[in-house]
């Protein structure tokens, strides 16, 4: 899937017109590696389905803003990345703050990933609890500095650090074998 | 596998991996995008299809369609099959043909006896094996493809109600500055106010410089446990009363905590909730309260005292009997030393000594009848005022005869 989108420009461009046939044949190309960064990001499946079609309205209504400047797909995946952040902060505000609720969910266990296969990878890493997912996708996945995931997140960056702390701690244990 | 030096040779590989990942959604999704509309309307309405998503069911269920395959052929084509599995359940709509569905128990199996829990042995079964994985993709694709299926988790406090984590604190409410001691029954990570203080440890102290509580979390791999210390505070101040500039009362608010009481560090009242403190010392002085209860805080205050008394000097004068300025006057009052020399400044003679400002030079040697010439004189005064320092000063004055 790596390969570009032929024709990217002109279907940004009739997308942008209101030509829903280009945002399909955008929507198809990229859909993969969208769906693939909202179930990094969000609990189960379905909240994955969820924001990967509040996103793709996102990408749909904004593609006129798109500057050219830099990557489209660099340009999505921001968006995706914010979808999703807004979607957990969302439910963050259902839920008690207290970090507490978070952790009890916290499973206990040494995942048996035998290779760096992609998926077994996700899987890992959902294991991770929340708030160390989020932090540790933004920080070590999709290149956010503290700075921007604290302002994102709407924590201090300090937090942003002890979770990310956390998470590669958490990892460490579960990926035991991997290291020398 | 190639082994990994460090968690960022890891973390690079990782990113690498999953910057090219792609996971197909379900198919019909795009038609559900409706452009139209705001994205909120949409974003929920995908409730069409529920499927199994959390990473454990469906390695679960990949262990269990494996056993299923396994133990059950399945030639044997049924409607449907509800099945309870444990508590939770698991339905499986008319749709599903190629697959039955048998109940598992869940595959936690927690060693309870054990007081710290051993990873290799607390850990779920989950390892996963190549049939287990075919099993697995296979019944994702039949579940992406047709089901319905809804699950409901075991409540997880059932699984770890035993062998639960305890804390033991050795004081709840300390005084500012007392050290606390945390316990607990295992090891564990500790946060104080979510910053990782230490890991793998069973106990921890902390000593509250503030007031302000402080949140404590301990955490093994199961569970979290939450304590909050709110160090205690006896609110003390001290009320002053001047009763006049050299005499002061002081009082603690709280007339029932005994303090011992310092001026200047040292100690002029004990056991006591209120002193009173002279003196005659011009300028500040602190005032300390070290409350005898434990909690109460040293309180301190600062107080000034302003010195009585003054002197003014003249820097002329004319001694010609016409009744005013005849004699060198030096104004001090409220004065514990006073001493006056008068010189002449052309040839440095000492013409008039006087440890009494009422006794006044009245321009003659020695007050004694020997007028001296006009011109420059310098009086040299040694003085003291009551509460202060003693001073010398050189003041240079005129003689004047008109």
């Known amino acids: 899937m790596s390969h570009k989108l032929s024709d990217e420009i002109s279907l940004i461009k009739a997308c942008s ?63 995706f990345v914010h979808t999703c952040i807004e979607f957990i902060r969302k439910q963050k505000q259902h839920e008690d703050i207290n970090e507490l609720t978070e952790m009890d969910n916290i499973t206990v266990s040494e995942m048996t990933v035998s290779s760096m296969d992609a998926d077994k990878l996700i899987e890992l890493i959902k294991e991770l609890p929340k708030g160390y ?48 | 596998m190639k082994k990994f030096k460090n968690i960022a040779e890891f973390e690079s590989a ?62 044997t084509r049924t409607d449907t099959q509800i099945h309870e599995v444990n508590k939770g359940k698991i339905l499986v709509d008319t749709l599903v043909e190629d697959i039955k569905i048998i109940p598992i128990s869940p595959s936690y199996d927690i060693d309870q006896s054990k007081d710290e829990p051993d990873l290799d042995k607390n850990t779920p079964n989950l390892k996963t094996n190549r049939s287990e994985e075919t099993a697995k993709s296979l019944l994702e694709k039949t579940i992406q493809n047709h089901s319905i299926i809804e699950e409901e988790k075991p409540p997880t406090n059932n699984l770890f109600n035993s062998n639960q984590a305890k804390l033991t604190v050795s004081n709840i409410s300390p005084c500012i500055g007392e050290t606390v001691t945390l316990q607990a029954n295992m090891t564990g990570d500790w946060l104080i106010n979510n ?94 309260a070290v409350p005898l209860q434990s909690c109460a805080t040293e309180q301190n205050i600062t107080i ?17 009997g016409d009744g005013t300025n005849d004699e060198y006057t030096v ?16 040839n440095n003679q000492l013409i008039f000594t006087s440890s009494n400002p009422e006794i006044k030079w009245n321009g003659q040697i020695n007050n004694d009848g020997q007028e001296c010439s006009p011109g420059e004189y310098v009086a040299k005064v040694k003085y003291q005022l009551e509460g202060e320092k003693p001073e010398i000063k050189n003041i240079k004055f005129t003689l004047l005869r008109p």
Request: aromatic share 12%; charged share 20%; with cysteine.
């Open chain 1, 17 to 79: 017109q209101g030509d829903h046939t280009a945002f399909k044949k955008i929507y198809n190309h990229y859909k993969g590696k969208m769906f693939s960064i909202c179930l990094r990001y969000m609990n189960t499946h379905d909240e994955a389905q969820d924001v990967l079609q509040d996103g793709f309205i996102k990408v749909y209504h904004k593609i006129s803003t798109f500057s050219f400047a830099g990557s489209f797909e660099g340009w999505m995946k921001r968006i």
């Open chain 1, 133 to 180: 997912r989020t932090v540790f996708n933004m920080y070590v996945i999709d290149g956010y500095s503290h700075k921007q995931i604290s302002d994102a997140l709407q924590i201090s960056e300090s937090t942003s650090k002890t979770q990310l702390f956390k998470a590669r701690k958490q990892l460490q244990i579960w990926l035991k074998g991997w290291f020398e």
């Open chain 2, 14 to 75: 990782l990113k690498k991996q999953l910057e090219q990942h792609s996971v197909q959604p379900p198919a019909h999704l795009f038609d559900k995008l409706n452009l139209g509309v705001k994205p909120q309307n949409i974003a929920h309405g995908n409730k069409f299809i529920k499927l199994i998503t959390h990473p454990l069911t469906v390695i679960k269920m990949a262990i269990l369609a494996a056993s299923i395959i396994s133990v059950v052929y399945f030639a």
């Open chain 2, 195 to 288: 910053i990782l203080i230490d890991t793998n440890k069973k106990e921890i102290s902390l000593t509250p410089e503030s007031n302000k509580p402080i949140h404590v979390k301990f955490h093994n791999k199961q569970e979290v446990i939450s304590q909050t210390i709110q160090p205690s505070i006896t609110s003390t101040s001290i009320i002053t009363q001047k009763l006049d500039n050299f005499n002061y009362q002081f009082k603690l608010n709280d007339t029932n905590i005994q303090a011992n009481w310092f001026a200047d560090n040292e100690l002029i009242a004990s056991r006591s909730s209120d002193v009173t403190f002279s003196t005659r010392t011009v300028g500040e002085h602190t005032i300390k």
């Open chain 2, 304 to 320: 000034r005292v302003k010195g009585k008394g003054s002197i003014a000097f003249f820097n002329v004068f004319t001694p010609n």
């Open chain 2, 331 to 346: 104004d001090i009052k409220h004065y514990t030393l006073f001493d006056i020399q008068i010189f002449n400044q052309l």
